[in-house]
């Protein structure tokens, strides 16, 4: 007889109990469904008020500077000088495009830190600095910055109702900033796909069904409010196979070493040239940043209509084939981007990105007259951006989106693959990762500076 004591089976689960087990009936889960989808309603609100704000800034920006061509040297770089001062100490979180504050707040698990980039303070004040950037004439966009609010307002919220956790929090990080970016341009499908190729960079943070959730009800909220619309309107191009695929090479090309370029130009480094320009802005930031602002108006006067704020006016009359943009908008747009993003003030960059590919484009398609116009233009928008940005499929999906255009699909993803490549040649990290990169090792090092004192006196 075996001294063994014998263990008595565990009884099966009834299905009552299995039942009650499942996700979908668990109270915490439906806890934070609901939270998820109470702040892409807000996402989605505060995106299209954030748009429809940003346009009636910029209306009245041109509406005061129609009455004298010296009117924007009178606000441009007081603009910039005062918003480069507004940003310092607590707010400096509000500067340039939000999309890296986002990236870096999903990537340091700091409470801390997530609160010192991701703040409600942090949401509004970047809201209402990128429209005073945009009152003043900055070449800024709002995408960005939505991205930012959108991350902000989200990772609030779940710290407001307990779940503080830090890959909770991050799932919330994750889910505002693709219902930023869904809201802020009217496209679901590239909200998704920027969560997955632009902020997670990997799948660590899984997508699941209640965080796509959360990016639809954004993006349904801005559709009943604003209505269904392509951001440039249904543009009917294509680009049959064939000999005008040459279009794909060049935009790629170009695309790719122009975007390639203006990351690596607005990126901070102790060397070369820009060494030169980071050590100009430490002496003086504020006189700096007038400086750029100064800089942006000299530039416009080169232009027929100017290279202030998005943008957007002047790609979409290139897009449809009747602007008077002349032929060298995409490389001013360029500089005065450049201009605005060295002064530091809050604003992104998706918008004016947009806008200098569809003027080198159309530089393109003047050298290409038997192919379509609006094809080409369309390739050398998502060429541009995806060299900006080295985020192809991003770049392909927003601009397939924007136009309503189905048909430009292989072509689009061809040359956005292309430029992507090219561009990693000129740059090596992409823009938004490197920027990120670098707010990291800040708080690293401060982090450092802190514990350093600890370290000594046990010593």
């Known amino acids: 007889?075996?001294?063994?004591?014998?263990?008595?089976?565990?009884?099966?689960?009834?299905?009552?109990?299995?039942?009650?087990?499942?996700?979908?009936?668990?109270?915490?889960?439906?806890?934070?469904?609901?939270?998820?989808?109470?702040?892409?309603?807000?996402?989605?609100?505060s995106a299209v008020f954030f748009a429809?704000?940003?346009?009636?800034?910029?209306?009245?920006?041109?509406?005061?500077?129609?009455?004298?061509?010296?009117?924007?040297?009178?606000?441009?770089?007081?603009?910039?000088?005062?918003?480069?001062?507004?940003?310092?100490?607590?707010?400096?979180?509000?500067?340039?495009?939000?999309?890296?504050?986002?990236?870096?707040?999903?990537?340091?698990?700091?409470?801390?830190?997530?609160?010192?980039?991701?703040?409600?303070?942090?949401?509004?004040?970047?809201?209402?600095?990128?429209?005073?950037?945009?009152?003043?004439?900055?070449?800024?966009?709002?995408?960005?910055?939505?991205?930012?609010?959108?991350?902000?307002?989200?990772?609030?919220?779940?710290?407001?109702?307990?779940?503080?956790?830090?890959?909770?929090?991050?799932?919330?990080?994750?889910?505002?900033?693709?219902?930023?970016?869904?809201?802020?341009?009217?496209?679901?499908?590239?909200?998704?796909?920027?969560?997955?190729?632009?902020?997670?960079?990997?799948?660590?943070?899984?997508?699941s069904g209640t965080l796509l959730t959360a990016v639809i009800v954004a993006g349904v909220v801005s559709l009943g409010v604003v209505g269904n619309y392509a951001y440039f309107g249904e543009i009917a191009a294509a680009l049959p196979l064939g000999r005008a695929w040459i279009a794909v090479l060049l935009t790629g090309l170009v695309g790719g070493l122009a975007g390639g370029l203006f990351a690596r130009l607005i990126l901070p480094s102790a060397r070369g040239f820009r060494g030169l320009v980071g050590r100009l802005r430490g002496y003086n930031p504020v006189v700096f940043a007038g400086a750029c602002g100064l800089a942006l108006v000299l530039l416009s006067f080169l232009s027929t209509h100017g290279l202030y704020g998005t943008g957007y006016g002047q790609a979409r009359d290139i897009l449809q084939g009747h602007g008077d943009t002349g032929p060298f908008f995409g490389v001013l747009k360029f500089l005065g981007n450049i201009a605005s993003s060295w002064a530091g003030i809050p604003g992104g960059i998706f918008s004016p990105a947009l806008a200098v590919g569809a003027g080198l484009g159309g530089n393109i398609a003047s050298l290409m007259p038997g192919a379509d116009h609006a094809a080409i233009v369309l390739l050398g928008m998502a060429a541009y951006l995806s060299g900006v940005t080295q985020s192809p499929l991003t770049a392909a999906v927003i601009s397939l989106e924007l136009t309503a255009n189905r048909q430009m699909a292989l072509p689009i993803m061809a040359a956005c693959l292309l430029a992507r490549a090219v561009s990693a040649l000129v740059c090596r990290v992409p823009v938004y990762k490197a920027l990120a990169e670098q707010l990291v090792t800040q708080y690293e090092e401060e982090r450092a500076r802190r514990e350093a004192p600890a370290t000594e006196g046990h010593a």
């Open 1 to 45: 007889m075996s001294d063994t004591p014998e263990t008595e089976p565990v009884p099966a689960a009834s299905p009552l109990e299995r039942l009650r087990g499942h996700a979908w009936l668990s109270p915490a889960q439906w806890r934070r469904r609901l939270l998820f989808w109470t702040g892409a309603v807000m996402v989605g609100l």
């Open 52 to 207: 429809k704000a940003a346009d009636f800034a910029f209306e009245l920006f041109r509406g005061v500077s129609s009455h004298g061509w010296w009117v924007p040297l009178v606000i441009t770089p007081p603009t910039f000088a005062l918003l480069c001062w507004l940003t310092q100490g607590a707010m400096k979180a509000t500067r340039g495009s939000g999309i890296p504050q986002a990236i870096a707040a999903l990537e340091v698990e700091d409470e801390t830190f997530r609160t010192r980039l991701l703040s409600l303070k942090i949401a509004v004040g970047k809201m209402a600095l990128t429209l005073g950037a945009l009152l003043g004439g900055a070449s800024v966009g709002r995408e960005g910055p939505t991205v930012h609010v959108g991350a902000g307002l989200l990772y609030s919220l779940g710290r407001r109702f307990g779940f503080d956790e830090p890959a909770a929090a991050g799932r919330f990080i994750l889910a505002g900033s693709a219902a930023g970016l869904a809201a802020a341009f009217n496209t679901p499908l590239a909200g998704v796909v920027f969560a997955i190729e632009e902020m997670s960079g990997t799948f660590e943070h899984r997508m």
